[in-house]
């Protein structure tokens, strides 16, 4: 058993580490301004490339970093520390994208990987959220495409992206398709002002006879949901990811202003009260980057059972997010008045980190997953890594 960075994983840590404390200093601008001015943008743009952590998630041949899953967890970490989502800036694009034919990808997911444009993913309605089979956003088959009727809530970067991969009910099955956001029909109808102030917005949409080509049809007719689906492994374990790198840099905060903050004559640290918030955060964040980087190994081998492997990315995005939550709740305590005041990013954090036990399956949906594969499957979700290497 080796639990070493290689030199390559060190190297990664610190290149994300280096390009999250550049971005660092936008964030009191975008909670004061709820968002960043165009100029910011470009530059946030040009770091990200030079920095080489543009589209981790895409194969080098097509302008991505290449970076396996836990290679991808490791800076996901470190930029996870951002407030502000600013996390999400350096872009990671959608992985349906990989579905695209060889014309869709030169149109799409290339200008993606290299920052040109930017991609958002609809998929959840206004009664279709945890259960998004409910569809009601239809696309029927007329000559040469499909015409598209229908309204998506939460669509994240909707504000700002050129295309959406939109996920609509087909005589075929629920199917993928690519969409312009300046097509005619579609409309941008609120921008809901959510609890957090992140740099992109969440809008919602509706689509009045929306025409697109049978060209944009992403995946295949009917594999929406599978297509959808087949994601989720790596991107819980990225939120997993994201939600340590948040909580361990409020914890650094909190522990550096225990020590330095003096009430009765001593400094806050010295209360022992005090410092249970303390270790107790230091448990949460310890354990949880543990089991999130063997989950995320474990994605990595290929013989790995990819249902065992969704079971526990959902223990990892469940645990690390309701973890976090109670690490960045003791933090603002430590920080006493000055945590509650938008200026300290403990305040930032601990709002923002409340939609991670929402998005992505809210965490009784990852519960419903963790139980579903003990009651089918047995107890093989809880097996150490190195037992199915070994047998
Ligand atoms: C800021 C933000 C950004 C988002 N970004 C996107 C995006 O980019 N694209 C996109 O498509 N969606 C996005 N979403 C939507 C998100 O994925 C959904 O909000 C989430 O899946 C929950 O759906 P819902 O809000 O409709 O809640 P519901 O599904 O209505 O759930 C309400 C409550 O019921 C619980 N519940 C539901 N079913 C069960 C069950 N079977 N057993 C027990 N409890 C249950 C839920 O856990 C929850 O507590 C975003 C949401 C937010 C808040």
């Not at 194969?59 to 502000?84: F, H, K, M, S, Y």
């Not at 223990?315 to 938008?342: M, P, T």
Request: with cysteine; net charge negative; glycine share 8%.
């Amino acid at each position: 058993m080796d639990f070493h960075y290689t030199p390559r994983q060190l190297e990664l840590r610190s290149k994300a580490r280096e390009l999250t404390e550049y971005l660092e200093k936008f964030e009191v601008d975008c909670e004061t301004n709820n968002g960043l001015a165009p100029d910011v943008h470009d530059l946030v743009r040009k770091a990200v490339l030079e920095s080489g952590l543009q589209a981790i998630n895409m194969p080098r041949e097509w302008g991505g970093a290449g970076l396996t899953i836990t290679e991808q967890a490791i800076v996901q970490e470190q930029l996870g520390r951002l407030t502000g989502a600013i996390w999400d800036m350096v872009w990671r694009p959608a992985n349906a994208l990989r579905f695209c034919t060889p014309e869709q990808r030169e149109k799409y997911l290339i200008p993606v990987i290299k920052g040109e444009r930017r991609d958002c993913y609809a998929v959840t309605e206004p009664e279709a959220g945890s259960d998004p089979q409910n569809l009601m956003t239809i696309a029927s088959k007329v000559d040469g495409g499909w015409v598209i009727n229908g309204e998506k809530w939460f669509v994240t970067v909707g504000d700002h992206a050129d295309f959406m991969i939109l996920l609509a009910a087909t005589e075929y099955g629920p199917s993928l398709f690519l969409v312009e956001k300046d097509l005619p029909g579609v409309r941008m109808e609120r921008v809901p002002r959510f609890m957090h102030t992140f740099v992109y917005e969440h809008p919602e949409f509706t689509f009045t006879d929306v025409f697109v080509p049978d060209s944009n049809v992403l995946g295949g007719l009917g594999q929406g949901y599978d297509i959808t689906r087949s994601w989720f492994t790596e991107e819980r374990l990225m939120i997993a990811a994201r939600t340590i790198g948040a909580a361990e840099r409020g914890l650094e905060l909190a522990r550096d202003w225990a020590v330095t903050r003096h009430q009765f004559g001593q400094p806050i640290a010295s209360f022992q009260l005090i410092q249970g918030m303390l270790a107790d955060s230091a448990v949460d964040i310890a354990v949880n980057r543990a089991y999130t980087h063997q989950v995320a190994w474990e994605a990595d081998q290929p013989a790995t059972d990819r249902k065992t492997v969704h079971a526990k990315a959902a223990i990892a995005k469940l645990s690390a997010s309701e973890a976090s939550g109670r690490v960045i709740d003791r933090c603002v305590q430590i920080f006493g008045g000055r945590g509650y005041d938008r200026a300290y990013p403990v305040e930032r954090l601990y709002r923002e980190l409340r939609v991670d036990r929402i998005w992505e399956g809210t965490s009784e949906i990852q519960r419903i997953i963790i139980a579903g594969e003990l009651i089918k499957r047995g107890i093989g979700v809880l097996s150490f890594p190195t037992e199915a290497v070994a047998r």
